[in-house]
């Protein structure tokens, strides 16, 4: 043997990789409200495709399978089979689009809203709350 380690322990240190966090730390958090991003033709193809392919393969429960047949079917498609679904996803895109202008417009107004709601309390509501929270009475004794 020439060197000291078997292959399967240099083949284990070469594949252990150091992942490093992103630039700029933590990444931000994704909002929930956020409209999702539109499915592709081929998507909106394969949403049928699942349907049709489990009934005609019922104790198939591969992914893997129902992906690459659909896949197949999918290249094996002319343009204009595959227009339905090119229309379904265009549809999807011009909603998804919409729904995006409106939830930017709503993330502008946003700030200025909870702001407001802040600054209904007066100064003396915040510091009776303040008070109660530290359990102190208000009279302190200075001996």
Same mark, same amino acid.
């Given at each position: 043997?020439? +060197?000291? #380690?078997? *292959?399967?322990?240099?083949? =284990?240190t %070469?594949?252990?990789?150091?992942? !490093?966090?992103? @630039?700029?730390?933590k990444?931000?958090a994704?909002d929930?409200n956020?409209?999702?991003?539109p499915?592709?033709a081929?998507?909106v193809?394969?949403?049928d495709?699942?349907?049709?392919?489990?009934e005609?393969?019922?104790?198939?429960?591969?992914?893997?399978?129902?992906?690459?047949?659909? +896949?197949? #079917?999918? *290249?094996?498609?002319?343009? =204009?089979? %595959?227009?339905?679904?090119?229309? !379904?996803?265009? @549809?999807?895109?011009?909603e998804?689009?919409?729904?995006?202008?409106?939830?930017?417009k709503?993330?502008?107004e946003?700030?200025?809203?909870?702001?407001?709601?802040?600054?209904?309390?007066s100064?003396?509501?915040?510091?009776?709350?303040?008070?109660?929270?530290?359990?102190?009475?208000e009279?302190?004794?200075?001996?």
């Amino acid at each position: 043997m020439k +060197g000291d #380690k078997s *292959k399967t322990e240099t083949r =284990s240190t %070469k594949l252990s990789v150091n992942k !490093k966090p992103a @630039k700029g730390g933590k990444a931000a958090a994704k909002d929930p409200n956020k409209p999702k991003r539109p499915s592709s033709a081929f998507f909106v193809f394969m949403e049928d495709f699942r349907q049709t392919f489990k009934e005609e393969h019922p104790k198939n429960k591969s992914v893997a399978a129902v992906g690459k047949a659909g +896949g197949e #079917k999918w *290249k094996s498609l002319s343009v =204009s089979e %595959k227009a339905p679904y090119v229309a !379904k996803a265009d @549809k999807r895109k011009v909603e998804y689009e919409k729904n995006m202008k409106a939830y930017n417009k709503k993330l502008e107004e946003g700030p200025k809203e909870e702001e407001e709601e802040e600054s209904d309390k007066s100064v003396s509501e915040v510091n009776d709350e303040d008070d109660a929270e530290d359990g102190s009475d208000e009279e302190e004794d200075d001996d």
